[in-house]
């Protein structure tokens, strides 16, 4: 058996446990079926350390819930949890994936909230989600429609949620006000620039450049984006011209740190706010004495996990969230990033592409 | 006549107006005497470009009040705007410092707030302290009792200020809990040792180090200070004995910058707050993405002036800190910092002192 507990050294220093969480499988319980899952017994290249094996499910117990597994991504913090370069790292031996949708196959007796059938999505990070089938107790699941796209479903319960949260919880945003984001290609990117798109709120975009920035833009404007630009464009004049349209950004949001972050820094009104929730640039993120003294910026960090066992207790809240969500997944608002399904089997070619830089589809793992 | 209206171009491209103010002089309105005050028509080196020269005073309007100077301190903000390097920098000529004490001479018909033998300060930076004698609007003004010590009143409107500030505004702080800052021997961080021990706030008090650190740490602890280390200390495992005996702190305050604000990040509670309110080592502030997102550190800044002008209605809220303030001084819990008087014809002396590195004693000008 084997309770995925985590712990991790972040390099800074500070150490976080991520609370123990119930994936079960076992060898000893009463064997109902095996499942197959992608483990890594070690960190290291995904492409070496990833193998596709058996693993016996336990017996279902009372408050447990039996699930086939229908969809789960690859997020760039599976692979860097893989290569155990992420800040949290499961123990090992460990089944990969941290997100994804589920179908209900068989309840204990004393589960009330899901009946086979369902489409369930798991509540908090860490359960292995690249695997056939799990066991999961009741309270780890959360129920999602089964009527929005299998890809909306499979990637609903980390970027969309990050991205509203970003929005919602930092400042009080209002239709006009404008948001500056980097890595704006990204799933949360994405996700982000159609939800602020509902509300009114203007968003700049900032993406690497490539040499396909304009069908990248054109996809961008096409879910929403005001504003699409380089990196490079952020030092430009043309900037000025951008806040002769919309006023300077209220919130910055940063996947990147280094030198993306501190430029998105300078464009930030008065009072702003510089939300970190992602570092691809593997740079700290840096910040002017006087942008804080004298212009009162303000930087935080934002991880969605930490988020949701904050309100382990507010299921409300978490389930008013998703609903909302597949609200506008429902009325074509909220789309899945551009994505490709890979059989569960072919993993490494997901992996392979996956870990492409520009890679501009989401691949996501069925089973 | 001259309305000391101050715009400013900080270095981050961030334009801040500095509102008008009313320190007067005239040479064409009914001369009632003349002042003396130290004057810079260009930014430079202090000790070049001040010089003492007359000014003619306005008449005394209704509303205003003609007040002799008793006291006024030479800070590093002073010296870095006569200099041109502050974030915020004065119309020239300008008339030097920020702060000091005053005595009411006399009132104009129509004010109420003051009579001739109070004591005032200006609510505001930007004045022009370094003089004999000015008029000021009503308005511009605010009381402190008589019977605390001269250069407790002339230093009490920024320093001891902007210490109560940060230690209420942005952690919730309970009895037991501990502060870490930087540039503990400048005034701020004298005052802020003094009031975290009068609110039973442990305090980690980081200094440079210097041939008399000894003696420096033995000062500091007669302050309150129960951790007195130097930058270097920081990095080292000595700090892990630190919190074998209290708990890490909830609160930095970082009047550095660089190295130094990046180690005391390291130290933060989960969930901890930096904030900046100087950069001594004229360095960004720099914050590892892993603190930010999975420690959750917020990063901001603190600058009094700005928190007078937001409070600027509430006077209830201003009065009652300076009145709070006042009161730990009679108590003989609040002590100015180490200082020394020196008459405003000896400019000169005075200033060269207070650039001198490791300075520890602030320079007052007597007038």
């Known amino acids: 058996m084997w309770h995925a507990v985590k712990t991790l050294n972040a390099h800074n220093g500070y150490v976080c446990a991520l609370i123990a969480k119930v994936a079960r499988y076992s060898v000893s319980a009463a064997l109902r079926k095996e499942s197959v899952a992608l483990v890594y017994k070690s960190h290291g290249d995904p492409m070496q350390v990833l193998k596709l094996q058996k693993l016996n499910l336990p017996a279902l117990g009372d408050s447990e819930v039996l699930i086939k597994m229908l969809a789960a991504p690859i997020n760039p913090a ?82 969309p949620c990050t991205a509203i949260r970003m929005l919602s919880d930092f400042e009080n945003l209002q239709p006009g006000n404008s948001v500056i984001q980097n890595a704006a290609n990204s799933g949360v990117g994405q996700a982000v620039i159609q939800i602020a798109a509902t509300k009114g709120i203007k968003t700049i975009n900032v993406v690497r ?4 920035f304009q069908t990248l833009t054109e996809y961008l404007q096409s879910l929403g984006a005001d504003y699409v630009i380089t990196e490079e464009s952020l030092r430009k004049p043309e900037m000025k011209d951008i806040f002769k349209n919309i006023p300077h950004p209220r919130l910055a949001l940063n996947c990147v740190g280094g030198k993306s972050a501190t430029e998105m820094l300078r464009h930030l009104q008065h009072g702003g706010t510089m939300v970190t929730y992602g570092g691809m640039a593997k740079q700290p993120v840096t910040a002017p004495v006087s942008s804080l003294i004298f212009k009162n910026v303000k930087l ?53 592409n996956a870990m492409k830089p520009f890679s501009s589809s989401k691949q996501i793992l069925v089973m």
Chains 1, 2 share one sequence.
């Open 78 to 159: 599976d692979i860097n949890m893989v290569q155990g370069t992420y800040a949290v790292l499961p123990e090992l031996p460990a089944v990969g994936g941290n997100e994804g949708v589920g179908q209900v196959l068989e309840v204990g007796g004393h589960v009330t909230s899901f009946r086979p059938g369902d489409w369930v999505i798991p509540r908090d990070a860490g359960l292995g989600t690249w695997r056939k089938e799990l066991v999961l107790k009741e309270h780890a699941l959360l129920r999602v429609p089964s009527d929005i796209p299998l890809a909306c479903a499979a990637t609903l319960s980390v970027n």
């Open 209 to 212: 450049n490539r040499p396909n």
């Open 300 to 352: 935080c960090g934002f991880w969605m996990t930490q988020w949701k066992r904050d309100h382990e207790h507010e299921m409300g809240e978490l389930n008013e969230m998703i609903s909302s969500l597949c609200s506008l997944i429902r009325q074509g608002k909220l789309k899945a990033p551009a994505y490709t399904e890979v059989p569960i089997t072919d993993y490494k070619t997901a992996l392979e």
